[in-house]
């Protein structure tokens, strides 16, 4: 949840309307000088949709919006799995990789169909992970985390979310659904790129 609110400690805003992945990011952030709010409980927030052409576009666009509309430091977020045998691809568009009509499971399945065949030496794939900070009279700040593994060919494991499935992490030998919650904090893309923010946030 939240932290309590303070009047000695400035506002952050997580520039996302799901509030699964706002308790996502509050817990990876950690311990931080600020009173963290979620965009998703301010009544009439508003997101763009996300049409940048990298990840730091849309994690910026995220931010600075949540930061217009709440007159607050924010933090915005961009990620996604990129695949060498796709040629990085789904990228900028794996939340909406195969069309609208698809859930998380039939993205993943999709993906493991167009590899259907290739190699697990050719398997290879990254998440990438962008955070920007935005606000009023501050400058901003983007910091990226990376996580290095190999798409399975079937899905393992229960948690997390997404891709998580069949994303081999070698170093642990496991997926990302295989990992505890601290395992995946301390190694994910998202962990990494958060670490990364909650540095700039406690300078």
């Given at each position: 949840?939240?932290?309590?609110?303070?009047?000695?400690?400035?506002?952050?805003?997580?520039?996302?309307?799901?509030?699964?992945?706002?308790?996502?990011?509050?817990?990876?952030?950690?311990?931080?000088?600020?009173?963290?709010?979620?965009?998703?409980?301010?009544?009439?927030?508003?997101?763009?949709?996300?049409?940048?052409?990298?990840?730091?576009?849309?994690?910026?666009?995220?931010?600075?919006?949540?930061?217009?509309?709440?007159?607050?430091?924010?933090?915005?977020?961009?990620?996604?799995?990129?695949?060498?045998?796709?040629?990085?691809?789904?990228?900028?568009?794996?939340?909406?990789?195969?069309?609208?009509?698809?859930?998380?499971?039939?993205?993943?399945?999709?993906?493991?169909?167009?590899?259907?065949?290739?190699?697990?030496?050719?398997?290879?794939?990254?998440?990438?992970?962008?955070?920007?900070?935005?606000?009023?009279?501050?400058?901003?700040?983007?910091?990226?985390?990376?996580?290095?593994?190999?798409?399975?060919?079937?899905?393992?494991?229960?948690g997390g979310f997404g891709y998580d499935p069949i994303f081999f992490y070698p170093p642990l030998g496991?997926?990302?659904a295989e990992l505890s919650d601290g395992e995946k904090a301390r190694v994910s893309h998202r962990g990494?790129?958060?670490?990364?923010?909650?540095?700039?946030?406690?300078?």
């Amino acid at each position: 949840m939240p932290s309590e609110s303070s009047p000695s400690r400035p506002a952050l805003v997580l520039a996302t309307l799901n509030p699964a992945k706002g308790r996502e990011l509050i817990e990876l952030l950690g311990l931080v000088p600020f009173e963290i709010r979620l965009l998703a409980e301010i009544p009439g927030a508003r997101l763009p949709e996300e049409t940048g052409a990298t990840y730091a576009e849309n994690a910026l666009v995220k931010a600075r919006t949540a930061a217009e509309q709440t007159a607050a430091l924010a933090l915005g977020d961009d990620s996604g799995l990129e695949v060498d045998a796709l040629g990085g691809a789904p990228g900028l568009y794996s939340a909406r990789f195969g069309g609208p009509g698809l859930d998380d499971r039939g993205r993943l399945e999709l993906l493991l169909e167009r590899l259907r065949g290739v190699p697990p030496p050719r398997r290879t794939a990254r998440f990438r992970c962008v955070i920007a900070l935005a606000g009023p009279s501050r400058a901003e700040r983007v910091v990226e985390g990376v996580a290095e593994g190999v798409i399975a060919d079937a899905p393992r494991g229960s948690g997390g979310f997404g891709y998580d499935p069949i994303f081999f992490y070698p170093p642990l030998g496991r997926t990302f659904a295989e990992l505890s919650d601290g395992e995946k904090a301390r190694v994910s893309h998202r962990g990494l790129a958060l670490e990364a923010a909650r540095r700039l946030l406690s300078e």
